[in-house]
């Protein structure tokens, strides 16, 4: 049984700051790309960042620039800095993995329960 929980999420006021942390658990070989979605009232699933095994990063352009995604795999676990933000970013924050469990077939995609996140103006 693999399970991600994120923590982190909030109120803030525009132009503040959160961290967002992603633990991922169970009996895991290993852990591919990870990555953070959001998904704001009335509006579809949308990705946010993804970071690859190898440390290599992508993000969707509204968060270039203020959303850095980092992961620390000997805890598995996937982090998303978020400064500047703005009322725009306010949205339920969910985080994805693609982990292969120990004895169960290769990369399966997981995705945590979200934390909600919301910006002030």
């Known amino acids: 049984q693999v399970q991600l929980v994120e923590s982190g999420g909030g109120l803030v006021q525009a132009g503040g700051s959160l961290r967002l942390s992603c633990a991922v658990s169970?009996?895991?070989?290993?852990?591919?790309?990870m990555a953070w979605y959001r998904q704001a009232p009335g509006k579809e699933r949308e990705w946010v960042a993804t970071?690859?095994?190898?440390?290599?990063?992508n993000y969707v352009d509204s968060v270039k620039g203020r959303f850095t995604i980092s992961r620390d795999n000997a805890k598995n676990t996937v982090y998303l800095q978020m400064n500047s933000l703005k009322p725009e970013d306010t949205a339920v924050y969910y985080c994805n993995a693609q982990v292969w469990v120990v004895g169960g077939p290769k990369f399966t995609n997981y995705w945590g329960r979200g934390t909600q996140v919301t910006v002030s103006s």
């Open positions: 970071i690859f095994s190898i440390g290599a990063t």
């Open positions: 169970g009996i895991i070989f290993s852990t591919n790309s």
